[in-house]
Nanobody, 125 residues
Framework: QVQLVESGGGLVQAGGSLRLSCAAS????????MAWFRQAPGKEREFVAAISRTASITYYEDSVKGRFTISRDNAKNTVYLQMISLKPEDSAVYYC??????????????????WGQGTQVTVSS
């Protein structure tokens, strides 16, 4: 079992910044890949960013490239999502997810077997 707890969401004006955190517990954190997804009302859950076990590989969804940065601190069992230049269209519930069994990292939500409860990000215009 892996437990994931997100924090750091909130209300911010367009152009502002937020840093999301996801604390993991239950298994060896550095043994699995991590990702962030988001879901806006009425829309499907979409991939945002992923990071490999050792942080050597990262993937980003095109609309967040250059604005969002995913990172992890394996000593603290935590993954982060630094978000800058936020836009109203970034508003969503953000979820962190863990892939505990795949060899390589990916962007498909089906690869991820543990999920946090989500944290709301609202960007006002």
């Amino acid at each position: 079992q892996v437990q994931l707890v997100e924090s750091g969401g909130g209300l911010v004006q367009a152009g502002g910044s937020l840093r999301l955190s996801c604390a993991a517990s239950g298994r060896t954190f550095n043994s699995f890949h991590m990702a962030w997804f988001r879901q806006a009302p009425g829309k499907e859950r979409e991939f945002v960013a992923a990071i490999s076990r050792t942080a050597s590989i990262t993937y980003y969804e095109d609309s967040v490239k250059g604005r969002f940065t995913i990172s992890r601190d394996n000593a603290k069992n935590t993954v982060y999502l630094q978000m800058i230049s936020l836009k109203p269209e970034d508003s969503a519930v953000y979820y962190c997810a863990a892939d505990t069994y795949s060899g390589g990292i990916g962007t498909n939500h089906n690869r991820y077997d543990y999920w946090g409860q989500g944290t709301q990000v609202t960007v006002s215009s």
